[in-house]
């Protein structure tokens, strides 16, 4: 086993060598002739080839569904950095500096700490970690819509959109796709595949867009009251087809409920059968063409 002198003790001996006298035919030499220097008593010490660095922004914020891009860097003596925290996945791997996340659903409306580790490089220097504190925001999840045939017209504003994850944000139309520009008139009269989009309030913005099949048959020269919802001459469902437009006739038959015009009721002509009623309350008018 390899033992090493200490420095006082090294020194102590030099000194006492170098001061001793002749004694009888032995003769100690002085130190000089020897050359001793303080490093020749200790073992050899490795050096560092360079500090290890790691480098990320502070914090990334992005949409859940998307992927994430790292922008991870390393320096100095690391060769190698590994990403580690998260559930999603890194599809580039974990060693990719500039590699992309997927979160995980489980991560959506949640922040959490994502962390760039380099090796140790040669020598006594040791590894650098670098932390991303990560915001995935809630996206919109808007659930698919069955095929629509309509009357005459349809507002798309009486389509049943239901958002999953219930987040705050504001619904477009559109009637083509790559969406352009918005639909401002919501009641359409053309048979087509229209597109509906939810944009959130966040920053960034998170969107989901969904497809709905709108069919619309020619309205009929005469629209007839059946009252099989309500008693409101607006409600689509009580009539054959739709809401009368200025174009149709009206009939309103014996033997259906009372029908109550609350606001403006447009019409070619109405008939009123024996026995029926057509009601006008004071906020409603009926227009007839003629």
């Keep these: 086993m390899t ?5 006082t003790y090294l020194f102590c001996l030099l000194c006492f060598c170098a001061s001793a006298k002749h004694a009888g035919n032995t003769t100690f030499a002085t ?19 360079g500090i290890a660095t790691a480098d990320i922004l502070d914090t990334l914020i992005a949409c859940g569904g998307e992927e994430i891009g790292l922008m991870g860097s390393i320096g100095g003596g690391a060769s190698q950095g590994t990403w580690v925290g998260g559930l999603g996945l890194f ?17 959506y409306g949640t922040s959490f700490p994502l962390l760039l580790i380099t090796d140790d490089p040669p020598g006594v220097c040791v590894a650098d970690t670098d932390t991303v504190i990560i ?3 809630m996206p919109p999840l808007l659930a698919p819509l069955t095929s629509v045939v309509a009357c005459g017209s349809f507002d798309l504003l009486n389509l049943s959109l239901v958002d999953s994850n219930n987040t ?3 619904i477009y139309f559109y009637d083509g796709f790559p969406i352009t520009t918005p639909i401002t ?13 939810k944009v959130t309030n966040t920053t960034p913005s998170c969107f989901d867009i969904i497809s709905v099949s709108i069919t619309i048959n020619p309205a009929p020269l005469q629209e007839v009251w059946t009252g099989a919802v309500d008693n409101d001459w607006h409600n689509p469902g009580n009539w ?10 009206v009939l309103i038959p014996n033997g259906t409920i009372d029908c109550i015009i609350s606001g403006a009721a447009l019409s070619k002509s109405t008939t009123v059968e024996v026995g029926a009623k057509l009601i006008i309350q004071s906020a409603g008018y009926k227009e007839i063409e003629q």
């Design 3 to 7: 033992k090493y002198l200490s420095l």
């Design 31 to 49: 130190a000089s002739a020897y050359n001793f220097s303080a490093s020749m008593a200790f073992s050899s010490v490795d050096s560092c080839d």
């Design 91 to 107: 599809p580039d791997g974990i060693h990719d500096l500039s590699g992309t996340y997927i979160p995980d659903t489980s991560e």
């Design 135 to 137: 915001t995935i925001l």
């Design 168 to 170: 705050l944000g504001q």
């Design 185 to 197: 008139n919501t009641v359409i009269d053309s048979t087509g595949t229209y597109y509906v989009l």
């Design 240 to 249: 054959t087809c739709n809401v009368p437009i200025i174009t149709q006739n």
